[in-house]
């Protein structure tokens, strides 16, 4: 899924992969002859290759020069590992420091005259106003998984390699610890780290794109929508994000149920009626989808998860589609009020009779630096922060009896 002709001076290399089968993490390719005479129709277009996770590694391709320093705000147990980082960084690493400006405007900060010398070398930028995305060779990001989530959302194509260090409330994203910082960071430079490629969501919300009559919200029985119901001249996209959690569309403040129409490659699928929908990503799994029901997906599986949200149909439970087809969400004819849209909980919005949400995965993922490896690292986050699993553990017997006899 890492678009391997839009990088910054870094990409990702195939290292030999043991042929012993514990170490692949995809799935044998599947055989395509059925029996004696039955096969898979051939599709030159179809044929593809994909790298086995395992054997994902970061390189650089040259020397990383430029480092974004994402921290969390409005937290001053931050301060002192901010000011350490940024001077490894600019004093013995020599490489240039990004950050927000209003980071660097913390009064803390601006009163700190040990500081002051490295402030005056921090290269500053403001959100909404200033592109970095050219510029950036690594990210570092402290806190917990909000950093990660707006380091994302600053970057709307490739993203540079993010190494994160859990010094927030959770952390489920944040896998290193900063105790060893300088140690990490070096081995990262050195290149050669674990990488896991967390997919990201392509939305698009569009405007007006059907025309508000019942004739054409009406469908046809096989359940596609008409291609008359799409106004072209009217639609308009009014904002595309790159996604790494999740798209909730709720019921807002209204305290009517939420009824909303969800498409899958242009046929509609069924009508959500509860409190909303969660279209999330394996990444997202483990967050709002997960608090909701879902099951938790590594990130590395190709998927798209649909949840509903206290949904009025005791039937209607999560599931899982290829990561390749598109959604889309739109208000029901019959819904008796709008619904509300955000996007890794931010940029939220009304959603109104003729608007429409087109989600699919996006081909620029979020290439996160693993502490151990992509599995352990995984695993490690379930058990320590969300105590996946965890109970008082079931003591042995203490009589060598069988234990399904009963005493006389």
Not at 4 to 10: A, D, E, F, L, P
Not at 145 to 166: C, E, I, K, R, W
Not at 202 to 215: D, S, Y
């Amino acid at each position: 899924m890492f678009d391997s002709s839009v990088h910054i001076s870094c990409c990702f290399v195939l290292h030999p992969v043991c042929c012993r089968r514990g170490h692949f993490l995809h799935g044998p390719y599947p055989d395509t002859h059925f029996g004696p005479k039955a096969c898979v129709l051939p599709n030159p277009t179809s044929v593809m290759h994909i790298q086995d996770p395992a054997s994902q590694r970061l390189t650089w391709s040259k020397p990383p020069l430029n480092v974004l320093v994402i921290r969390k705000i409005r937290d001053e147990t931050l301060l002192e590992p901010f000011k350490e980082l940024c001077r490894f960084l600019v004093e013995e690493k020599h490489l240039m420091v990004y950050v927000e400006k209003k980071v660097v405007d913390d009064g803390s900060l601006m009163t700190d005259d040990s500081f002051s010398a490295i402030r005056n070398q921090l290269c500053t930028f403001r959100e909404g106003y200033d592109d970095i995305s050219d510029c950036i060779d690594l990210i570092i990001c402290l806190g917990g998984d909000g950093t990660l989530l707006y380091a994302s959302s600053l970057f709307q194509g490739s993203v540079p390699p993010v190494m994160a260090f859990h010094l927030g409330s959770l952390g489920f994203l944040a896998p290193f610890k900063f105790e060893s910082f300088k140690t990490e960071v070096d081995k990262v430079f050195e290149g050669n780290a674990a990488i896991i490629l967390r997919s990201r969501l392509k939305v698009k919300v569009v405007k007006g794109m059907f025309q508000r009559n019942e004739q054409l919200f009406s469908t046809q029985e096989n359940g596609i929508a008409p291609h008359n119901h799409i106004n072209n001249e009217a639609g308009k996209i009014t904002l595309q994000l790159q996604v790494l959690n999740e798209v909730v569309v709720d019921r807002g403040p209204s305290s009517y149920l939420s009824d909303v129409d969800l498409y899958l490659d242009g046929r509609l699928i069924t009508s959500v009626q509860g409190d909303g929908v969660i279209v999330s990503t394996p990444t997202g799994s483990t967050a709002y989808a997960g608090a909701a029901g879902a099951s938790m997906i590594h990130p590395n599986v190709p998927a798209i998860m649909v949840t509903p949200i206290c949904p009025h149909s005791l039937s209607f439970r999560p599931i899982v589609v290829p990561a390749g087809v598109e959604l889309m969400i739109t208000l029901s004819p019959d819904a008796r009020n709008t619904a509300w849209v955000s996007f890794d909980g931010r940029k939220r919005q009304e959603i109104q009779h003729g608007d429409s949400i087109k989600i699919t995965t996006s081909c620029f993922p979020v290439p996160s630096i693993c502490c151990h490896d992509l599995v352990y690292d995984w695993f490690d986050s379930l058990a320590q922060c969300l105590h996946w699993n965890i109970r008082k553990k079931q003591t042995r017997l203490t009589d060598a009896s069988d234990s399904s006899e009963t005493d006389n």
